[in-house]
């Protein structure tokens, strides 16, 4: 039988791991975090946790934290634009608009953009619900400072979130035209299902060819070799998946993972193309991974 520190732990794993890869944009580092966590929690005292969950998210927070930070600098000498390492999960996985929103890439984009403190206030504030008390305690600032800083993380992410949240149906639609355009090599499908200021953002890792640069507009888009199958010999496969909640094909040449494709459609055209072809960020394609608030 599970000791009650087990018990505990197993209870808030999902949301524990959710709060993570929620600041982290990586499962790898999420896993870490939930590892140091269970330690920590091993380790307590008897009144130390007298709280499970407000002891496990406070001890969460506080790792992830810890590594954002030294993950925004190895960020700074990245090789290319970065992009968060796809999380395969169920299709239905996000309950709640919050947290089916920031799941996307185009909003992990988004909070990669604030202050370490700034995403883990604003992810455990307005995505989890967390009271200012819980998340002062977490990050280390009085209530006061935390409602400051929500106010300020909450008006930069409204000045560059993705202007509405396109359907899942809409999404598989724009796809598939996608990929009937890429595969039959027709350039001009390819500008009609691609909106005219369409960026799409490549992720290498140094490892795998990648535009160096952000590629903006449908134009450059059609001439761009996309599918990164250009350095690759066999057969290009795309195999329909769900990313963080959305559908999103992942591409494997001979049958080996090559890439991952997240999409930002907007009003029936694709507005953001997230090509992730780093293999160090393929390496949770396998199995769908549990995702949630509770």
Do not use: C, N
């Amino acid at each position: 039988m599970a000791d009650p520190a087990t018990e505990a732990f197993d209870a808030h794993r999902t949301p524990l791991f959710t709060v993570a890869h929620e600041m982290l944009g990586s499962a790898a580092d999420a896993e870490d975090v939930l590892r140091e966590t269970w330690l920590r929690r091993a380790g307590a005292g008897p009144g130390e946790a007298s709280d499970p969950r407000a002891y496990l998210v406070r001890v969460t927070t506080r790792q992830a934290l810890g590594r954002l930070r030294a993950a925004k600098r190895r960020r700074e000498a990245y090789v290319g634009p970065w992009l968060p390492g796809p999380l395969v999960t169920a299709s239905d996985v996000a309950e709640g608009a919050e947290l089916a929103e920031s799941l996307s890439m185009a909003m992990t984009l988004v909070l990669e953009s604030l202050s370490p403190t700034e995403r883990a206030v604003f992810v455990l504030r307005e995505v989890f619900g967390v009271d200012d008390g819980e998340i002062a305690e977490a990050v280390g600032r009085s209530p006061g400072a935390v409602r400051e800083i929500a106010h300020r993380a909450r008006r930069h992410v409204g000045a560059r979130r993705p202007r509405g949240t396109a359907s899942a149906r809409e999404t598989r639609a724009a796809l598939e035209s996608f990929r009937r355009a890429v595969e039959t090599g027709d350039s001009q499908g390819l500008l009609d299902v691609l909106a005219p200021d369409v960026v799409l953002l490549s992720d290498g890792g140094g490892l795998k060819r990648a535009a160096p640069r952000p590629v903006v507009g449908a134009e450059k888009i059609v001439r761009f070799r996309l599918g990164g199958s250009a350095d690759a010999e066999g057969a290009l496969t795309w195999e329909p998946t769900a990313v963080d909640g959305s559908p999103a094909p992942a591409v494997r040449v001979a049958g080996e993972p090559d890439a991952v494709m997240a999409v930002r459609v907007e009003e029936g055209r694709v507005s953001g193309l997230y090509l992730v072809r780093d293999p160090e960020k393929l390496t949770h394609l396998a199995a769908g991974t549990p995702l949630g608030l509770r």
